[in-house]
């Protein structure tokens, strides 16, 4: 059974910072590339930013010297470092895997930014 398990999100003041993970388990990690999209309300689903099985990386560009997107493999573990958070980052973050024949979602984390 394939499980990503998101978590780090919460409420953070505007300039602010927040890590998210996001653990897999039931697949082969390191042959999935994997990424982190954000969803509001009434808006699509978006990507955010993605990294490649090599570690090959690549961000929206709202998001491009604030986000950090990275991978550990050895701990089956995907990161999104957020810095300088504004309000417009506020969404449900959702973990996704993807390779050839298949794709995963995990449940999402809330991150919230306000004063």
């Not at 982190?36 to 990294?51: D, F, M, N, S, T």
Request: hydrophobic share 35%.
């Amino acid at each position: 059974q394939v499980q990503l398990v998101e978590s780090g999100g919460g409420l953070v003041q505007p300039g602010g910072s927040l890590r998210l993970s996001c653990a897999a388990s039931g697949i082969i990690f390191q042959r999935y590339a994997m990424a982190w999209y954000r969803q509001v309300p009434g808006k699509q689903r978006e990507l955010v930013a993605v990294i490649s099985q090599v570690g090959s990386t690549n961000y929206i560009d709202s998001v491009k010297d604030r986000f950090t997107i990275s991978r550990d493999n050895a701990k089956n573990t995907v990161y999104l470092q957020m810095n300088t958070l504004k309000p417009e980052d506020a969404a449900v973050y959702y973990c996704h895997a993807n390779r050839a024949g298949g794709d995963y979602w995990g449940q999402g984390t809330q991150v919230t930014v306000s004063s």
